[in-house]
């Protein structure tokens, strides 16, 4: 069993484009990321905090929104109108989930494609399902560049995500299908999930449910990535895998924390570094 280590890759991912952006700003372009937070939300405020200190450890600039959580829907609309026209802003991360009186879907199609470094705009899902260039959303797109990095090829394998979000599931599958696996979507309600996991040569958990797989759920030799950030009873992050458990039988498993979550950041710099790489002086 080999440990994924999303955390030394990240670290690696992060030294590359921090020259990156040294040379960007020897040509004149600042990389800068907006990050508008809605609310105020602990989990999301520590992963605003942590995706700052992130861009400032690659010198990428942040510019930090952080609005109360009863700001109106067309106030949200104005920042991002004027993050859109602002063309030292390379890329905007609205924070999910927003408040209920807020219309998320109508906040990310305002956002600019050529500036939605998550890859939640309809335009970068349309490409991203017709595998064409685009923003990738940064966890699936992270989980990739991990297997690619332990030269984990998924062509011919039969892959099995749990969970169907927009940000993980749904483009994860996409993902994989673009690069030849075969690909089952399952979720935690879905009928004998053990019977699709026993298959799977890969299994791509998200769903935010401590324990959800378990050893007897898993092959032996599988590959396991575990998207999920849960906190246990004692107060510590886990994610949705009985990692002691499942982890003996796995050919290669990532753990939590250290495995997806700084892979997603690294990703979302990168896009932000993509991005900039674009503009024109
Ligand atoms: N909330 C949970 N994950 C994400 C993410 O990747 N991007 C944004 N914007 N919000 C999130």
Redesign the pocket.
């Known amino acids: 069993m080999e440990i994924l280590d999303g955390k030394a890759l990240s670290d690696k991912i992060k030294t590359d484009l921090k020259t990156q952006s040294e040379t960007l700003k020897k040509k004149g372009v600042v990389p800068a990321l907006a990050v508008i937070l809605v609310g105020d939300d602990p989990a ?1 405020q520590t ?1 605003v905090n942590t995706k700052e200190k992130a861009c400032n450890a690659v010198g990428i600039t942040s510019i930090m929104h952080r609005v109360c959580s009863s700001t109106s829907e067309e106030e949200v609309l104005k920042i991002i109108d004027s993050l859109n026209k602002n063309p030292e802003v390379d890329g905007i ?5 927003l408040p209920k009186h807020i219309d998320t879907s109508k906040v990310i199609e305002a956002i600019s494609p050529d500036k939605d470094v ?1 890859g ?1 705009h309809p335009f970068n899902v349309g490409r991203l399902v017709a595998g064409m260039d685009g923003f990738v ?3 699936p797109f992270g989980v990739m560049k991990l297997l690619e990095a332990y030269g984990i090829n998924v062509r011919g394998m039969d892959a099995c995500v749990i969970g169907a979000s927009n ?2 599931g749904k483009p994860m599958m996409n993902l994989l299908l673009n690069a030849s696996a075969t690909v089952e979507v399952c979720r935690s309600s879905t009928k004998n999930l053990k019977e699709h996991t026993l298959r799977a040569d890969l299994i791509v958990v998200g769903v935010g449910k401590i324990n959800l797989l378990t050893s007897d759920m898993v092959k032996e030799g599988a590959i396991v990535v575990d998207v999920g950030i849960n906190r246990n009873e004692e107060g510590k992050i886990v994610g949705d895998v009985d990692f002691a458990n499942v982890a003996p039988k796995c050919s290669y498993i990532t753990p939590v924390p250290g495995g997806v979550g700084p892979m ?1 950041i690294a990703m ?1 710099l990168t896009n932000t570094i993509k991005s900039a790489s674009r503009r024109q002086k």
């Open positions: 999301s992963y991360l609205v924070q999910l989930p998550d939640f959303p940064c966890t940000i993980v997603t979302l």
